[in-house]
T-cell receptor, first 116, second 113 residues
Framework: DVKVTQSSRYLVKRTGEKVFLECVQDMDHENMFWYRQDPGLGLRLIYFSYDVKMKEKGDIPEGYSVSREKKERFSLILESASTNQTSMYLC???????????????FGPGTRLTVL | QQQVKQSPQSLIVQKGGISIINCAYENTAFDYFPWYQQFPGKGPALLIAIRPDVSEKKEGRFTISFNKSAKQFSLHIMDSQPGDSATYFCAASMEGGSEKLVFGKGTKLTVNP
């Protein structure tokens, strides 16, 4: 079974804090993704990565950065958390070379981040 | 042009009924259309997907209908069960291009016993 794990299920931070969300997958997937999920807005892509040390902006990258130093690990960083970044954050991974079109994206359980 | 519009936002169906969720897209370069199912407290999971060379795909009680000329596709859940209660997302992507998926905003389905 593919497993995508996220470091925390719930996280409470204060405005201005630097926040790290960690994601690890155990299936040797090339692609990894970070989304945020908000009621009525669906899933919005923040950043994705095709390979180690490679990253590309998604639809809403402002206020976020990412790091992928190892193939299995993809980190989302909020440099200075703000209240409008309160959300559910979902990590996903998929096989490379059109893997998303054959096997889909595999999602973690999510981290609910609250910024006070 | 990158949007996928999904409706309705929420849906309540009686057990045994048919649930229908609709999606529409504008970008004719999309050529892969998956549906994801998300239960509370879990991440979404791939449910069923279709490519535009067929008009319908069926897996058990779940069917995707695809209308290429109208640029619409829909998910039908036959004999809906309370265990089907979840949020459903349609999505689209380009097989020859990026690994990215463009998601609809989701439909919360409640199946009453």
């Amino acid at each position: 079974d593919v497993k995508v794990t996220q470091s925390s299920r719930y996280l409470v931070k204060r405005t201005g804090e630097k926040v790290f969300l960690e994601c690890v997958q155990d299936m040797d997937h090339e692609n990894m993704f970070w989304y945020r999920q908000d009621p009525g807005l669906g899933l919005r892509l923040i950043y994705f990565s095709y390979d180690v040390k490679m990253k590309e902006k998604g639809d809403i990258p402002e206020g976020y950065s990412v790091s992928r130093e190892k193939k299995e690990r993809f980190s989302l960083i909020l440099e200075s958390a703000s209240t409008n970044q309160t959300s559910m954050y979902l990590c996903a991974s998929s096989f490379g070379l059109a893997g998303v079109h054959s096997y889909g994206q595999f999602f973690g359980p999510g981290t609910r981040l609250t910024v006070l | 042009q990158q949007q996928v519009k999904q409706s309705p936002q929420s849906l309540i169906v009686q057990k045994g009924g048919i649930s229908i969720i609709n999606c529409a897209y504008e970008n004719t370069a999309f050529d892969y259309f998956p549906w994801y199912q998300q239960f509370p407290g879990k991440g979404p999971a791939l449910l069923i997907a279709i490519r535009p060379d067929v008009s319908e795909k069926k897996e058990g009680r779940f069917t995707i209908s695809f209308n290429k000329s109208a640029k619409q596709f829909s998910l039908h859940i036959m004999d809906s069960q309370p265990g089907d209660s979840a949020t459903y997302f349609c999505a689209a992507s380009m097989e020859g291009g990026s690994e990215k998926l463009v998601f609809g905003k989701g439909t919360k389905l409640t199946v009453n016993p």
